[in-house]
């Protein structure tokens, strides 16, 4: 069966073909084999290394980079593009897109390529946010190799398949609004209704469109607080249209809690940390409404807009009530809860671990300086219906005991850079995938950073 891209339906303002350019001597190092099997792919691993490196097309399909904008660090860039990535072909409706496969006319004097470090990173946290259903891109496969790549030292290219129902951005649509070209905005706003949203044609489809491209964005941001991730990197260009976690760079989960946390060690200001990012995604959604602002009247995206934030606190309150065992709604559990973060954060408190340790109520391993709290927590538990071992249980599977925290990740890394060992990442692959659940003999997964790993630094190159 061959199957083109829908995106080419859109027409060549909006995309360029492009040729993906090899690496020497690739070779697969991981694939989502279940992923795999839902997209019923059925190639040879052989000819899966082939399409996922880029030598051979997917089922002929000619594969083509986007154009797009969009503001980074608060600053409009008139054309950024996928620089680096490119779609190489459809199948059951998701796209197939090389991220890593060499230069396109977006790279913008850059080299096209990603290392092995970044895509290991990308593809552990694609498993991780699905494990903990946050929506997100996801990943099919990783393919290493034997070309230089230079960064700040020289790494090895490599190239991570990732798999999306949608590689539209906001920026897509800051590109042509900022271009003045109305009709193109409109055309990808039809298209994304067309495609992704058919039951909201009609009557008012752009404000309905964006309304829902508000509420897919808070409910992402709502899993992000809630289970202490933070992307990093939160310009309008990595805003999916579908409210999917999207390109996954010097992003981390936090681990001891900390609400000004900030991953990205080029982000000198803080513009994306931790508590910053529910204000990043409203201020992004604005730049979005301001690209639609010829096809939806600016009241009604104003009103659009002031839905985000009631959204946000809803699926964030009931995620963090989950998280606590605070089924009923009593007065005073939000105070319970944030009076729990903020000792987390006066005492150095591993948030992951701490969470999960509420189910068993062993607050005695938190230090006396919990025991006032835990003191009100067990009255405030006594008033709930559920037994004990039922609200534990819904507890955990909120609360993750495995996490990918960088050195997990580092230590991945570094047994596939150095001794070219790839079982790690097969290790953390099956834990994050399902994270909740307690995995026999990998109890030391959960386990809080070692010293050789406090400092580790994560910026935007790779
Ligand atoms: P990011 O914020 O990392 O998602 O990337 C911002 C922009 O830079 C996008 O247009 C990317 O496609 C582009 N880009 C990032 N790294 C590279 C690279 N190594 N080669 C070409 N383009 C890149
Ligand atoms: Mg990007």
Not at 70 to 95: A, N
Not at 145 to 158: A, F, I, K, N, T
Not at 377 to 382: G, I, K, L, N, P
Request: some cysteine; overall charge negative.
């Amino acid at each position: 069966m061959i199957s083109s891209l829908k995106f080419t339906e859109l027409g060549e303002d909006y995309f360029s073909r492009v040729t993906t350019q090899e690496l020497k001597n690739s070779h697969l190092i991981h694939i989502n084999k279940d992923l795999q099997a839902s997209l019923e792919i059925k190639l040879s691993n052989e000819e899966l290394r082939a399409v996922c490196s880029g030598e051979e097309k997917f089922e002929k399909v000619e594969p083509i980079a986007s154009v797009y904008a969009g503001h980074q660090f608060g600053y409009f860039v008139p054309q950024l593009g996928d620089g680096r990535s490119c779609l190489i072909g459809e199948i059951k409706g998701y796209e197939l897109s090389l991220k890593g496969a060499g230069t396109t006319p977006f790279s913008r004097g850059a080299d096209g390529r990603a290392v092995l470090r970044s895509s290991i990173r990308e593809y552990l946290c694609s498993i991780a946010m699905e494990g903990l259903n946050i929506a997100t891109t996801k990943c099919l496969a990783i393919v290493a190799s034997d070309s230089d790549v230079y960064r700040e030292h020289v790494e090895s290219g490599s190239i991570v398949t990732r798999v999306f129902e949608s590689n539209i951005r906001f920026g897509h649509f800051e590109f042509f609004a900022a271009n003045g070209q109305t009709e193109n905005v409109k055309k990808l706003a039809d298209f994304v209704l067309e495609h992704y949203y058919p039951q909201l044609k009609g009557k008012n489809c752009y404000l309905n469109l964006f309304k829902k491209i508000v509420q897919t964005t808070a409910s992402m941001i709502a899993g992000w607080q809630a289970q202490g991730f933070a992307h990093g990197v939160m310009n309008t260009d990595n805003m999916s249209i579908l409210g999917l976690t999207i390109d996954y760079g010097p992003f981390s989960f936090m681990e001891n809690y900390n609400p000004s946390f900030i991953c990205n060690h080029s982000d000198n200001q803080g513009r994306y940390s931790f508590e910053r990012q529910p204000g990043v995604a409203l201020w992004n959604l604005e730049r979005l409404a301001d690209s639609l602002k010829n096809l939806i009247r600016e009241a009604n995206l104003k009103d659009a807009l002031a839905e985000y934030q009631p959204t946000l606190i809803k699926e964030y309150s009931a995620l963090m009530r989950r998280k606590f065992g605070l089924l009923k709604n009593i007065e005073g559990d939000s105070e319970l809860i944030n009076d729990f973060l903020e000792l987390l954060y006066i005492n150095k408190k591993d948030y992951h671990r701490s969470m999960r340790q509420l189910t068993s109520l062993e607050g005695q391993t938190l230090g006396a300086n919990f025991n006032s709290w835990f003191k009100r927590y067990y009255e405030r538990v006594e008033k709930e219906d559920e037994k004990a071992n039922e609200r534990n249980k819904l507890m955990n599977s909120v609360n993750p005991k495995y996490v990918l925290r960088n050195y997990l990740a580092e230590v991945a890394i570094r047994k596939a850079e150095d001794l070219n060992d790839y079982e790690e990442i097969d290790t953390l692959f099956n834990l994050l995938k399902s994270p909740f659940e307690n995995h026999e003999g990998f109890e030391a997964y959960d386990n809080e950073a070692p010293d050789w790993a406090q400092n580790l630094e994560l910026s935007c190159s790779s």
